[in-house]
């Protein structure tokens, strides 16, 4: 019995694998928007409602090194997509090696000032609206760094073993479009948390 072949109408067809991985990305992004927008709101509508404890313009400073490395670090991701399109998988090592270590950066110095903000500033996350609000956000937003440098460590763990290659490009500018909404996130976070709510 011969088989036969079935051709779906053009509006039936499945996406193409290459827009698979962009398109179910954009997806996520969507949902995290999302969840983020709520936090937003709650600080934003609980800011300055506190009745015990500092307030925020009393102990937080901007964090403007951190911020520049979270920023940096989407230029050298950009750098080693570029290279990994190209071909140069040793180039593009060393540019994700960096991102990575931009990344590792802000959440140390995240940590430093939680650290401040608790021991000093006496700032729990059950000390005061301000305080569960802002732990939310920024904690928040601080997980999504620590997944990104999650996925990034493992992506540079295969790099480092000869595994990526120039066929993978288009895997990696999937990923990098995560860690692009991480530092768009933060643009936001830093707005509303540091000067926004002051």
Same mark, same amino acid.
């Given at each position: 019995m011969a088989a036969t072949t079935v051709t779906l109408p053009q509006s039936e067809m499945p996406l193409a694998?290459? $827009?698979?991985g962009r398109v179910g990305m954009w997806c $996520?992004?969507?949902a995290e928007?999302?969840?983020?927008?709520i936090f937003v709101i709650a600080y934003l509508y609980y800011a300055g409602k506190s009745l015990s404890g500092p307030t925020p313009r009393e102990v937080l400073h901007v964090p403007v090194f951190n911020s520049i490395c979270l920023f940096a670090s989407?230029?050298?991701i950009v750098m080693a997509e570029r290279a990994i399109e190209r071909g140069k998988s040793r180039l593009f090592g060393t540019w994700w090696l960096l991102t990575i270590v931009l990344g590792a950066i802000f959440i140390?110095?995240? #940590?430093r000032e939680w650290y401040h903000l608790i021991y000093d500033e006496g700032l729990t996350i059950s000390s005061s609206l301000f305080g569960t609000t802002f732990y939310s956000l920024v904690g928040l937003h601080g997980f999504h760094v620590i997944v990104g440098l999650t996925g990034l460590s493992i992506i540079m763990i295969f790099a480092?073993?000869?595994q990526v290659k120039q066929e993978h490009a288009s895997r990696i500018a999937v990923?990098?479009?995560y860690w692009h909404f991480v530092? #768009?996130?933060w643009v936001v976070v830093l707005t509303v948390v540091y000067f926004v709510a002051l």
């Open positions: 694998p290459e $827009l698979r $996520l992004i969507a928007s999302a969840i983020f927008s989407s230029f050298t140390l110095g995240t #940590a480092a073993l000869g990923f990098a479009m530092d #768009a996130v």
